[in-house]
C-alpha cells in the first residue's frame, strides 16, 4: 500500500506540475495574472487540476439500483467514470475548455470523489502551490523552447503527462 500511494503520488504530481507548467505557458495572459499576482496561486492550482485531470478513467462498481440520465445502473454493474469529461461539463462549469485562473473551480473531481477520493490530494496541492509560484519566480522569462505541438505527451497506466517540457528563458 505504501509503494502505491509513493508511486501514485509521485507519478501524478510529477505530472501535474509539468502539465500545469505547459498549460500555463501555451496561456500567456493566464501566465501572465499569475506572475503579477502570486496569491493566485490557491484558485490557479484548483483550476489546472480541473482543466488537466492527470489521473482518467476509474472503473467502479454500482452498489445499489440507480438511475442517471434515464439509465438504469443495477448493483453490480460496472461503470467507467471520466474525471475529465466531469471536469469540462459545461452544466458545472461554464466554458469549460478555457483555463481561467481566476475560476473558482470548486468541486471538481480531479481526485475522485467520496470513499475513493485520493489520500495525498492535500499534499498534491501544496506541493502544486509552492512549485508554480516559485518556478515563475526564479525563471521570469520561463517560455517554450518548441512550438507547442512539438510537446511530446505521454498517457501511461491512465496517467496523463509529457514526456518532455523543453523550455527556455533568458539569463540575467
Given at each position: 500500500?505504501?509503494?502505491?500511494?509513493?508511486?501514485?503520488?509521485?507519478?501524478?504530481?510529477?505530472?501535474?506540475?509539468?502539465?500545469?507548467?505547459?498549460?500555463?505557458?501555451?496561456?500567456?495572459?493566464?501566465?501572465?495574472?499569475?506572475?503579477?499576482?502570486?496569491?493566485?496561486?490557491?484558485?490557479?492550482?484548483?483550476?489546472?487540476?480541473?482543466?488537466?485531470?492527470?489521473?482518467?478513467?476509474?472503473?467502479?462498481?454500482?452498489?445499489?439500483?440507480?438511475?442517471?440520465?434515464?439509465?438504469?445502473?443495477?448493483?453490480?454493474?460496472?461503470?467507467?467514470?471520466?474525471?475529465?469529461?466531469?471536469?469540462?461539463?459545461?452544466?458545472?462549469?461554464?466554458?469549460?475548455?478555457?483555463?481561467?485562473?481566476?475560476?473558482?473551480?470548486?468541486?471538481?473531481?480531479?481526485?475522485?470523489?467520496?470513499?475513493?477520493q485520493?489520500?495525498?490530494?492535500?499534499?498534491?496541492?501544496?506541493?502544486?502551490?509552492?512549485?508554480?509560484?516559485?518556478?515563475?519566480?526564479?525563471?521570469p522569462?520561463?517560455?517554450?523552447?518548441?512550438?507547442?505541438?512539438?510537446?511530446?505527451?505521454?498517457?501511461?497506466?491512465?496517467?496523463?503527462?509529457?514526456?518532455?517540457?523543453?523550455?527556455?528563458?533568458?539569463?540575467?
Amino acid at each position: 500500500m505504501g509503494g502505491l500511494l509513493l508511486a501514485a503520488g509521485l507519478d501524478t504530481t510529477a505530472n501535474m506540475i509539468a502539465l500545469g507548467t505547459f498549460a500555463l505557458l501555451r496561456n500567456l495572459d493566464q501566465l501572465s495574472a499569475l506572475r503579477a499576482e502570486p496569491e493566485l496561486a490557491d484558485q490557479a492550482v484548483e483550476e489546472l487540476l480541473r482543466y488537466l485531470t492527470v489521473a482518467d478513467p476509474a472503473v467502479r462498481t454500482a452498489l445499489e439500483d440507480v438511475e442517471v440520465e434515464g439509465q438504469l445502473i443495477r448493483a453490480g454493474d460496472t461503470v467507467t467514470l471520466s474525471f475529465q469529461a466531469a471536469n469540462r461539463d459545461p452544466a458545472r462549469f461554464p466554458e469549460p475548455d478555457r483555463l481561467d485562473l481566476r475560476r473558482r473551480a470548486v468541486g471538481h473531481v480531479a481526485f475522485g470523489h467520496g470513499a475513493h477520493q485520493c489520500l495525498g490530494q492535500q499534499l498534491a496541492r501544496v506541493e502544486m502551490r509552492i512549485a508554480l509560484p516559485a518556478l515563475l519566480r526564479r525563471f521570469p522569462t520561463l517560455r517554450l523552447a518548441v512550438d507547442p505541438s512539438e510537446v511530446p505527451l505521454r498517457e501511461q497506466n491512465n496517467i496523463y503527462g509529457v514526456r518532455a517540457l523543453p523550455v527556455t528563458w533568458d539569463e540575467n
